[in-house]
């Protein structure tokens, strides 16, 4: 799943990358790891554990990743602390003793406790953390104690004492089919996040304000507002891959709907309006705002290749387009007044092949990663108004030929990453407007060969043009510009200076191949390997250097591949964000928890798109230890999950422990028949 919380612990997070397990302690052993009163643990217990009368409290990640199978808690402890039990796949039960003073459940206490299958807060409890019970698979029931005034259960889902806040409902319930009860004002933030049986909900007119995430539910099919809705926020990724939901229609009274609120819905054909709402519309089921001055949703489950967008649109808001694989092509309305095309817009479209921006519009800027992977999209027309083209906006675009910039271009700007490995462009003219080109603004776009300057040298980040063809030229206009292009080792960031006619005369000499020896290939094969090697080193070091210094800033997809950092997409984003914005503040800025947070997202992405779904796959990525005798026990139990469950962390992680638990039981009657045997 997408929403893993990771361990911020340097022996933990040491041990978890060197591919070894935890160390096993036994419950003294583990409980001899606590401060007076605070149980501070390092994920080594294991079985059964009590804590001791006389603690207070349960301190971050104390019992994280560890294989207990079981708590038990004393009235003396007030605080379980934000992911204590984080991970702790093996534990079914935690039992407080009666008469618990405990008043706080922090953040993402219980996130990812696989096992754990039913909890009952106690009266005492004044504030339960966010994602406190997220992604608990086997959770049927959250109850509460009937003396509690803050939380009460209905039916084992978890609300405020009043009624008016769902918080949770547990990932274990089994009903397919749900009824929020009326006087709910508030779904709270990933309150259905991970369940995978709920198909239908009903949404009582009471509900004001669906919160983020409330329905990332790959089951989630249908969704029914009741008569008379309330409704008039629905905050960003609420229905966050929901890829079964076919349709919904919007309340009249929504006035606020956030531009990622519906994405990875590929399942989503239409969303409708109520045709009293007064601030958006649908036409042919894209979402738009009332005056058409904004596009915001274009719904993944559509049908047809090519759609026209209206002129009324000025703004095309982020996601708007993101993932519509079915498009091949998107023109403009003539009279087009767009202004603006949002983040990802277009991120993903792997069928787009042409898109073409009316000449006449007012666009200024394309956003960042705007036409990332689009990776059919062969050409493009850039129009005069545009004066930037943001980060990473055609990276990956690797069928992009040409493209192409008016002749009274305005632009200024090529950010960072901009065509990173558009790796079919071989040629393209930058217009004497540009003044600024960002860091690995080209990188990797190995097969251009002339990059034309049509005014002065523009200032140019680090590793702009790293990557490009052999023999790779700036080409200037004339004698006097030339002088604008200082050398460092004979060349200019990289690139071979030459004027237009010294670019006519090569291109028109005929060509002469000369014959290398194998030992000079395989030597310049290595020294180019090295450099390139150890230019990619440094820019990763300083790539994460940046990452940590200004982990407050805005995180980008392309600011963790510049670092090296896999596991994260655009479509994941926004959750690697959550992540790391829920880590303690001063672990914000160390690299191995962002490492270790990308290696999570890095498992999932691999075993949801690998053919090869085994024990060795998985072996590879560390998330199980090498044993080859029991490879084919994994493979095979591997094998039998569900293909919706094969992106879920949780349902791998239950079935490589579910396995191994077996042999490991084999294992012990084996040493008993053995020990017998010796007497």
């Not at 090697?533 to 200004?550: G, M, P, S, T, Y």
Request: glycine share 6%.
């Amino acid at each position: 799943n997408r929403m893993k919380r990771f361990l911020g612990l340097a022996t933990a997070l040491a041990i978890l990358f060197s591919g070894l397990s935890a160390p096993v302690a036994s419950a003294d052993e583990c409980l001899l790891q606590q401060t007076e009163t605070v149980v501070t643990g390092l994920g080594t217990c294991t079985g059964a554990i009590t804590i001791p009368a006389g603690v207070t409290t349960i301190g971050p990640f104390a019992f994280a990743n560890s294989e207990i199978t079981s708590i038990t808690i004393p009235t003396s402890v007030t605080l379980i602390s934000s992911y204590a039990f984080f991970n702790t796949s093996f534990m079914a039960t935690v039992t407080v003793d009666v008469g618990s003073g405990l008043e706080t459940i922090g953040a993402h206490a219980f996130l990812n406790a696989t096992a754990l299958t039913s909890i009952t807060i106690p009266a005492s409890v004044a504030s339960i953390g966010h994602l406190s019970f997220s992604n608990n698979p086997s959770l049927t029931s959250i109850d509460v104690d009937p003396a509690n005034t803050t939380y009460k259960d209905i039916s084992g889902v978890l609300f405020t004492y009043d009624g008016s806040e769902l918080i949770s409902y547990p990932g274990g319930k089994t009903e397919t089919n749900y009824v929020i009860p009326a006087g709910v004002a508030l779904i709270k933030a990933s309150a259905f996040q991970f369940n995978d049986v709920l198909q239908s909900v009903t949404i009582p007119a009471s509900v004001i304000t669906i919160s983020d995430d409330a329905f990332f539910a790959s089951s989630l099919q249908s969704v029914i507002f009741e008569a008379g809705s309330q409704l008039t926020t629905i905050a960003g990724t609420a229905f966050y891959y929901s890829t079964l939901l076919t349709s919904i229609t919007i309340p009249a009274t929504v006035t606020s709907i956030a531009s990622s609120s519906f994405a990875g819905n590929t399942s989503l054909a239409s969303i409708d309006v109520d045709p009293a709402n007064t601030t958006y519309k649908e036409i042919s089921g894209v979402l738009f705002t009332y005056d058409g001055s904004e596009l915001l949703t274009y719904p993944l489950g559509k049908t047809g290749a090519s759609y026209i967008i209206p002129a009324s649109v000025v703004v095309i808001r982020d996601y708007a387009f993101f993932s519509a694989a079915s498009l091949e092509t998107i023109d403009f309305e003539a009279g087009s007044n767009l202004t603006t095309i949002g983040i990802y817009a277009f991120g993903g479209n792997t069928s787009l092949t042409s898109i073409t921006i009316p000449a006449g519009s007012q666009l200024t800027s394309i956003g960042d990663y705007a036409f990332i992977q689009a990776e059919s999209l062969i050409s493009i027309t850039i129009p005069a108004s545009v004066t930037s083209i943001g980060v990473g906006a055609f990276t990956g675009a690797i069928s992009l030929t040409s493209v192409t910039f008016a002749e009274t271009s305005s632009l200024e700007t090529i950010d960072a990453t901009a065509f990173g490995f558009a790796t079919s462009l071989t040629s393209i003219t930058i217009p004497a407007s540009v003044t600024t080109i960002g860091g690995s603004a080209f990188e990797g776009t190995a097969s251009l060969a002339s990059v034309i300057f049509l005014g002065s040298a523009p200032t140019v980040a680090s590793y702009a043009f790293s990557g490009l063809a052999t023999g790779a030229r700036a080409v200037v206009n004339d004698s006097a510009t030339k002088a604008d292009f200082p050398l460092v080792d004979e060349k200019w960031n990289g690139l071979r200076v030459v004027t237009v006619a010294e670019a006519e005369a090569e291109d028109a000499a005929p060509s002469v191949p000369s014959v290398p020896s194998a030992e000079e290939l395989a030597a310049t094969a290595r020294e180019a390997a090295r450099v390139a090697e150890a230019a990619r080193e440094d820019a990763r070091k300083q790539a994460r250097a940046e990452l940590v210094a200004n982990s407050s800033a805005p995180l980008t997809v392309d600011k963790f591949a510049n670092a090296g950092i896999s596991g994260i997409t655009a479509i994941n984003l926004g959750a690697v964000r959550a992540e790391i914005a829920a880590l303690p503040t001063d672990r914000r800025g160390d690299i191995s928890e962002i490492l270790k947070i990308a290696r999570k997202f890095e498992v999932v992405d691999i075993v949801a798109t690998s053919s090869r779904f085994n024990a060795s796959m998985l072996q590879e990525i560390g998330l199980i230890k090498s044993d080859n005798k029991n490879k084919s026990s994994i493979t095979a139990t591997l094998a039998k999950l569900p293909a919706n469950e094969r992106a879920s962390y949780a349902a791998i992680e239950n079935a490589i422990g579910t396995v191994m638990k077996k042999i490991q039981e084999r294992k012990d009657r084996l040493a008993a028949i053995k020990s017998r045997s010796r007497r």
